[in-house]
């Protein structure tokens, strides 16, 4: 039950980064809600593009919906991770985010549809649905900045940035540009979007952001990802139940669905991120940033899935081997990002990475190879399944000695 004090509006000050056993927030995980919708939105459109041969225009969508929805989440994340106040009026402006987040995910059916078309960028929606998350999020930064003189500065920054930024989507979405001329004004926009708190976090001490909290609240996102695994799964085996009845290959399928999302949830949660975030928060950037990579590679793995449904349902001319590098494809740039996240957290080389990362490619390549001399997409996925599970099985046996001496090094 809620106390008196914290019902009431609270003067919004940095919180103490240095807070034992801090922890997601009932209303954080209640905004993360909101994310399933968007990844799965996302996901569906790229499966849908790619059932269709239109491989280009879906993974260009899919990249611009998926840098939307998790600058959305970290803009929100950080913020709450340093000046989270819990009350009346925080809880309002963070509903009127998840708001936000919903009509962003209810756009990108139009924005994909309009890359598929090619003639323009139909991004009207989106960035309506932006504008309303940062309408509250901008009231945020400037309480923030009112209320504690000693983070004025950092906290004006980040209102300026984040005003500046949209107001170029805007413009953007107005104008209705063409394709070439409104994707070239949006890499433009990100560079914005990335700088903003770069240069925001070097004004006076910058945000009081807690580590473990951070660490923990990305690894729940990592797992709101995994969920569209878990969803393709379904979808490609009710596919396969309704053609031929519960068989050998239906079971095959959620093994190898089940036991792909373990194995990126596996992986992902090799790195300890939070100790070495306390130890290094000038690495947070790079380590942030990487992650939206992560995410969008786990959510690809989701979509690969839906298009397996597709193959199995006879609704795309692809065939096995393109079900099968659809998924695989995402497998390898999961296992890229979370190689580099690792090294870049560290700062320490390991060749024995390299040999799980060679290990890795030798898998999925394998699995492609089936698919090309004609085994059942059940096999294939259980091939690949066994992907991730290269570098399990290598930092069980092993790799977890490298990572305690690593880890001591690094935090020393």
């Not at 984040?162 to 560079?191: E, H, K, M, R």
Request: aromatic share 10%.
């Amino acid at each position: 039950m809620t106390s008196p004090r914290e019902s009431r509006l609270l003067r919004m000050t940095g919180r103490d980064p240095l807070a034992k056993h801090r922890a997601a927030t009932p209303l954080e995980l209640l905004f993360d809600l909101t994310f399933v919708v968007a990844f799965g939105i996302a996901a569906d459109q790229l499966a849908h593009l790619i059932a269709v041969e239109h491989v280009g225009a879906g993974l260009l969508g899919f990249s611009f919906a998926m840098f939307a929805i998790c600058w959305a989440w970290i803009n929100f994340t950080w913020f709450a991770s340093a000046f989270d106040t819990d009350d009346w009026f925080y809880r309002v402006t963070t509903m009127v985010q998840m708001i936000g987040v919903i009509v962003l995910a209810l756009g990108l059916p139009d924005l994909f549809h309009s890359l598929e078309e090619g003639a323009h960028v139909d991004n009207r929606v989106v960035v309506a649905g932006y504008v309303v998350m940062r309408v509250a999020l901008v009231a945020q930064w400037l309480r923030a900045a009112k209320q504690d003189p000693a983070h004025r500065s950092t906290a004006l920054s980040y209102a300026l940035f984040v005003s500046l930024a949209q107001a170029g989507w805007v413009v953007v979405a107005i104008l209705d540009l063409p394709t070439a001329l409104a994707l070239t004004v949006s890499l433009v926009l990100f560079g914005v979007e990335f700088a903003g708190p770069v240069l925001a976090e070097r004004k006076g001490s910058g945000t009081p952001w807690h580590p473990h909290h951070i660490a923990e609240r990305y690894g729940l996102l990592t797992i709101i990802a995994l969920g569209e695994v878990i969803l393709g799964t379904v979808t490609s085996v009710s596919a396969l139940v309704e053609r031929q009845d519960w068989s050998s290959e239906a079971i095959l399928v959620v093994v190898a669905g089940v036991g792909i999302a373990l194995g990126l949830w596996w992986v992902y949660f090799l790195l300890p991120s939070g100790p070495l975030l306390a130890r290094h928060r000038n690495r947070s950037f790079g380590w942030g940033y990487g992650h939206i990579v992560v995410f969008a590679a786990i959510a690809a793995v989701g979509a690969g899935l839906h298009v397996v449904a597709y193959v199995i349902e006879g609704e795309s001319q692809i065939g096995v081997v393109g079900a099968v590098l659809a998924i695989a494809i995402p497998v390898a740039v999961f296992t890229v990002a979370a190689l580099l996240i690792y090294a870049y957290l560290f700062r320490q080389n390991d060749p024995f990475h390299l040999l799980l990362f060679v290990g890795t490619l030798v898998v999925l390549a394998l699995a492609v190879v089936l698919a090309l001399i004609g085994a059942s997409i059940g096999v294939c996925l259980v091939v690949l399944t066994l992907a991730p599970a290269v570098t399990v099985v290598g930092f069980e046996t092993v790799g977890y000695r490298h990572q305690a001496r690593a880890l001591e090094r690094a935090l020393s």
